[in-house]
C-alpha cells in the first residue's frame, strides 16, 4: 500500500485538460513543499516533470504544471496528447526515518 | 547525456542474495547521492535506502535493516546494492536514483531491474 494516494486512472481526449491528485498527510505533502512529479513509460526510467510542487525542468513541456492545497497535490496536463498516454507518478519529501514517500501512480489514457 | 545504467534481471532462490549495481554517467558522480527505491508487482514504489555521495554515510529503511547494504565505487561511478535473506516477497523491480544533496527530487532514474525469487 502506497503512502501517497493517486487515481489508479485518468482519461481525457486530445485538447483537453486533466488533473491527477496526489494525497498524503501533514507530515509530506502538507508540511513540505518538495512534491515532484514523474512520467514513465513502460520499461523506462521515470522522468522528472515536476518539481517542489509547481516547477518545470528545464525542457519539460509548459502543458505541465503542479499545485498544492493541504495534504493534496495535483498535476494538470493541458492540450492532452497522444504522447502522454503513460504512467504517472508523485512523491514528497517527509518528516521521519523514511525521507521520500511515492504515490501508487496514476495510469493516463488519451481517449 | 545523463545515464544510470543497472545490471541485469536476476533469479534468486529464496535465502540467496541479489546484487544489482547501477553505474552513472554524464554528471559528477561525486556530487549526488544515490537512492534505491523497489516496485512490486501491482504496489507502489518503495524506499528503500540512501548512499551519500562519499560512500562513507548510509541508511536504510528499517524494514530492511540487516539484509541491505548499499556501497559505492568512485573510481566507475558505479554504486552496488545487496539485498539477502530474499523472499518471495523482495521479488520487484529496483529503481537506482540519483538526487543533488540540495534538492528535494530525484533528478535521474535507472531504467529498473527485475528480481525475481522463485523456488
Known amino acids: 500500500q502506497s503512502a501517497l494516494t493517486q487515481p489508479a486512472s485518468v482519461s481525457g481526449s486530445p485538447g483537453q485538460s486533466i488533473t491527477i491528485s496526489c494525497t498524503g498527510t501533514s507530515s509530506d505533502v502538507g508540511m513540505y513543499n518538495y512534491v515532484s512529479w514523474y512520467q514513465q513509460h513502460p520499461g523506462k526510467a521515470p522522468k522528472l516533470i515536476i518539481f517542489?510542487?509547481?516547477n518545470r525542468p528545464s525542457g519539460i513541456s509548459s502543458r505541465f504544471s503542479g499545485s498544492k492545497s493541504g495534504n493534496t497535490a495535483s498535476l494538470t496536463i493541458s492540450g492532452l496528447q497522444a504522447e502522454d498516454e503513460t504512467d504517472y507518478f508523485c512523491t514528497s519529501y517527509r518528516l521521519g526515518s523514511t525521507p521520500y514517500v511515492f504515490g501508487s501512480g496514476t495510469r493516463v489514457t488519451v481517449l | 547525456q545523463v545515464q544510470l545504467v543497472q545490471s541485469g534481471a536476476e533469479v534468486k532462490k529464496p535465502g540467496a542474495s541479489v546484487k544489482i549495481s547501477c553505474k552513472a554517467s554524464g554528471y559528477t558522480f561525486t556530487s549526488y547521492y544515490m537512492h534505491w527505491v523497489r516496485q512490486a508487482p501491482g504496489q507502489g514504489l518503495e524506499w528503500m535506502g540512501i548512499i551519500n555521495p562519499n560512500g562513507d554515510y548510509t541508511t536504510y529503511a528499517q524494514k530492511f535493516q540487516g539484509r541491505f547494504i548499499l556501497t559505492r565505487d568512485t573510481s566507475t561511478s558505479t554504486v552496488y546494492m545487496d539485498l539477502s535473506s530474499l523472499t518471495f516477497d523482495d521479488s520487484a523491480v529496483y529503481y537506482c536514483?540519483?538526487?543533488?544533496?540540495?534538492?528535494?527530487?530525484?533528478?535521474?532514474w535507472g531504467q529498473g531491474t527485475l528480481v525475481t525469487v522463485s523456488s
Open positions: 517542489d510542487v509547481s
Open positions: 536514483a540519483s538526487l543533488d544533496p540540495r534538492h528535494y527530487y530525484f533528478d535521474w
